[in-house]
């Protein structure tokens, strides 16, 4: 799959964006954050096509929540949000601060809190055949994310529910790779690659996407 000039000049400024700001520290985008022990509880109801999402059942994970950038705590600043599942085999998914409509969801917005903000992948992953968006969408309890799921402009849907069982001190060495640990029965374009964080290890991206496989192959 093709990128488009538009997505291609957004990675290439992502990536000498990320260049400078290792000159300054080894770990480019977001340098500090805390950590969670979680719970995700899965519905069942979904209809993503990824097994691990449209199956009812109980997984633990770890979160990872940060300032992007690593401004000064006065200054707003991008959210991210960095989710292990540990599954059969663990799958990572990275989400950053966006809104959550038509074209918010692809827009990123600042502020202050570093945890309690709505996250969204906001680049869709194809998965069963369809590109669909994921989003962590805060209750207001200070520990309880909602799973949704989304097509391109599409409506949000829920998936289950992420809650915090334990915080920790953050862990700088703890690190997500959305590539390598993908969601099961999901394929990547190369693009993800261009803006993704690149303070994580690169994975082999490979081709475009990986090659049309059924979920056991991949």
Do not use: C
């Amino acid at each position: 799959m093709r990128s488009s000039p538009v997505a291609g000049l957004f990675g290439s400024a992502f990536g000498v964006a990320a260049a400078v700001t290792r000159l300054a520290r080894p770990k480019a985008l977001h340098p500090k954050g805390v950590v969670a022990h979680a719970t995700l509880s899965v519905t069942g109801i979904g209809r993503t096509g990824s097994p691990l999402l449209d199956i009812t059942g109980r997984w633990p994970a770890t979160v990872r929540f940060s300032r992007a950038v690593g401004l000064p705590d006065a200054v707003p600043d991008i959210g991210g949000m960095a989710i292990r599942i540990h599954a059969d085999s663990p799958v990572d998914i990275l989400l950053a601060s966006t809104g959550l409509g038509p074209i918010t969801r692809y827009v990123l917005t600042t502020g202050w809190r570093t945890t309690g903000r709505t996250m969204t992948s906001m680049f869709p992953v194809r998965i069963a055949g369809r590109q669909l968006l994921l989003a962590a969408i805060p209750t207001g309890d200070g520990g309880t994310w909602t799973l949704q799921h989304a097509t391109p402009l599409g409506k949000w849907e829920t998936l289950g529910r992420l809650t915090v069982d334990t915080w920790e001190d953050d862990d700088k060495d703890l690190h997500f790779d959305p590539i390598g640990n993908r969601l099961p029965g999901s394929r990547y374009p190369r693009l993800l690659g261009a803006l993704r964080d690149p303070s994580y290890p690169a994975p082999d991206e490979g081709p475009d996407e990986t090659p049309d496989e059924s979920p056991d192959d991949i």
